[in-house]
């Protein structure tokens, strides 16, 4: 229930070889079929995932093939699962009775969520917590991709109760093999627009041509 929290979009390119992450703001201002301007992470709490990712192609003007929908306690439990992940704080700060501090550090589930969703007190806002979520995620994707194909489903099946996918979980351990290049190949890319108060409420936004940018970027 709720609105998502956490945006974020990965396209495969086996012809480049390469693997991009996008983070989308979630106050980014969209139009929402039958609901008209909001922000984009709203689209969770008015249709839950089938909204969600219509709003996210129609944002990008692509189609979405597959999408992955995890809890925070999943979140957690998959971190767990692997022995944590490793991250390198840009600066000290506290969170969820949380503390860090710059250089690399090894974070368990509970660490890592805290790691990712602190926004107020990163310079650079929700763009700071986008990145550093990324950080999170390609460092999972390494740990993942050193288990052996039986590991990856019993993890699987450990996660059913917080995770809903359209992904098969022989499609999940198939793009190990298919796509190599996951952990190896990587490429971010970045929304940029501006911060603005419209209406009483404080939005991310992006411009047409920015939108066409990532458009022709990603497709």
Known sequence: SGRADVLLVLML????????????????RVDLPEHGPAKINAAYAYGGARLQTEAVERFLGLPMDKYVEISQGGFRRAIDAVGGVTVNPPFA?????????????RLNGEQALAY????????????G???????VIRSLMGE????????????????QGNLRTNFSPSEV??????HSYLTERQRT???RGVGRT???AWYYVVPDSERRRLHLALR
């Open 93 to 105: 700060f506290t969170l969820d009775g949380q503390s860090f501090a710059p250089g690399p550090v």
């Open 116 to 127: 990712a969703r602190m926004r107020k007190e990163d310079p650079r806002g929700d763009l």
């Open 144 to 159: 993942l991709g050193k288990r052996s194909t039986n590991e990856l489903q019993a993890l699987l099946e450990q996660l």
């Open 198 to 200: 419209i209406g009483g």
């Open 129 to 135: 917590r986008n990145a550093r979520q990324q950080e």
């Open 189 to 191: 890319e970045t929304v």
């Open 13 to 28: 390119d086996p012809v480049a070889r390469e693997l991009t992450l996008l983070s989308v703001p979630r106050d980014t």
């Open 173 to 178: 351990v198939r793009l190990r093999t298919r």
